[in-house]
């Protein structure tokens, strides 16, 4: 039971990393097209459907790195300071994320100035600093 945990808890969480991943990678493709005002209004729907289906992807690898972990953590691992501190950087990883989104990214209306689009990538570059920490802490700081 406890490898099908740690293996179900690693791929929801390579599986949440690859769906930012993914995402990058649309939206840099769309940016030419939603900072040009003759593609904008079509292009932004797409962009808001691939959205859609994105986060119920994240939202269910998250829960599912969640779950897996807090079992593995009641089960197997202990609640140690190494255990408690991953969780938080869970929690502090969807809050900065959330945070941005609604601050940055929501108020977007397209097409938008590159200038403005850009707000995108420092999404990114939070999401990915932060998976970059909780993968650190979780192979060195044990």
Same mark, same amino acid.
């Given at each position: 039971?406890?490898?099908?945990?740690?293996? *179900?808890?690693?791929?929801?969480?390579?599986?949440?990393?690859?769906?930012?991943? /993914?995402?990058? *990678?649309?939206?840099?493709?769309?940016?030419?097209?939603?900072?040009?005002?003759?593609? /904008?209004?079509?292009?932004?729907?797409?962009?808001?459907?691939?959205?859609?289906?994105?986060?119920?992807?994240?939202?269910?690898?998250?829960?599912?790195?969640? *779950?897996?972990?807090?079992?593995?953590?009641?089960?197997?691992?202990?609640?140690?300071?190494?255990?408690?501190?991953?969780?938080?950087? =869970?929690?502090?990883?969807?809050? /900065?994320?959330?945070?941005?989104?609604?601050?940055?990214?929501?108020?977007?209306?397209?097409?938008?100035?590159?200038?403005?689009?850009?707000?995108?990538?420092?999404?990114?570059?939070?999401?990915?600093?932060?998976?970059?920490?909780?993968?650190?802490?979780? =192979?060195?700081?044990?």
């Amino acid at each position: 039971m406890y490898s099908l945990l740690v293996f *179900l808890h690693v791929s929801c969480f390579a599986l949440w990393m690859g769906a930012v991943a /993914a995402s990058m *990678l649309v939206i840099r493709t769309l940016e030419p097209r939603l900072t040009n005002p003759d593609r /904008a209004i079509q292009d932004s729907e797409l962009l808001n459907t691939y959205i859609r289906y994105e986060v119920k992807l994240v939202d269910v690898a998250f829960f599912g790195v969640l *779950l897996t972990g807090v079992t593995l953590a009641h089960f197997y691992v202990g609640w140690t300071i190494w255990t408690a501190v991953k969780l938080a950087l =869970y929690f502090v990883q969807f809050g /900065a994320t959330m945070f941005y989104i609604a601050t940055r990214i929501k108020p977007l209306l397209y097409p938008c100035s590159p200038s403005d689009y850009k707000r995108w990538y420092g999404l990114f570059a939070t999401s990915f600093s932060l998976f970059f920490v909780v993968l650190l802490w979780t =192979y060195f700081g044990r």
